[in-house]
């Protein structure tokens, strides 16, 4: 078991298991040291999803706890691209999230502080990155939020 397997484990975290693409791209693509990871949904261990829209029957609490889903699709996604080999993730460079909200809705920042949030908590100083927060009038599967990364790993 690894240190992160160890540090998801004390937070009480499942990683689910990483998914097929939903079209024509695939989970990952590593260009030299930059490892892209596709965008990530709201998907837990068990099948669970958080869909709709914040502002129209989904509060913030629910948006971070989806952006929280998404950001640990990614670390599973991270997990197979290294081969488990997490020593080998230098950090996370930048998160781009994307929030299904209301016209009205402005608290994209707070939702996806749930998945930047899991980066620090999971590889602390390797885990504060850039990012975006973004309002959708719709995304894939009518998810909560829909939130991509920028990894350096080592070659």
Request: proline share 4%.
């Amino acid at each position: 078991m690894s240190d992160i397997d160890t540090i998801l484990e004390q937070h009480g975290l499942t990683l689910p298991a990483t998914k097929a693409p939903l079209g024509a791209y695939v989970p990952f693509v590593q260009s030299g040291n930059l490892l892209m990871i596709s965008g990530q949904g709201p998907v837990g261990a068990s099948g669970a999803t958080v869909t709709g829209r914040l502002g129209d029957g989904l509060e913030i609490e629910d948006g971070t706890r989806a952006a929280q889903m998404a950001g640990l699709n990614i670390i599973a996604q991270i997990k197979a691209a290294l081969n488990g080999d997490f020593d080998r993730l230098v950090r996370i460079v930048r998160l781009n999230g994307f929030v299904n909200a209301t016209a009205d809705f402005t608290h994209h920042p707070a939702v996806i502080n749930g998945a930047s949030e899991l980066m620090h908590d999971v590889f602390g100083e390797r885990g504060v990155h850039s990012r975006i927060a973004v309002g959708v009038a719709s995304l894939p599967m009518n998810w909560a939020v829909e939130i991509d990364a920028v990894i350096e790993v080592s070659l």
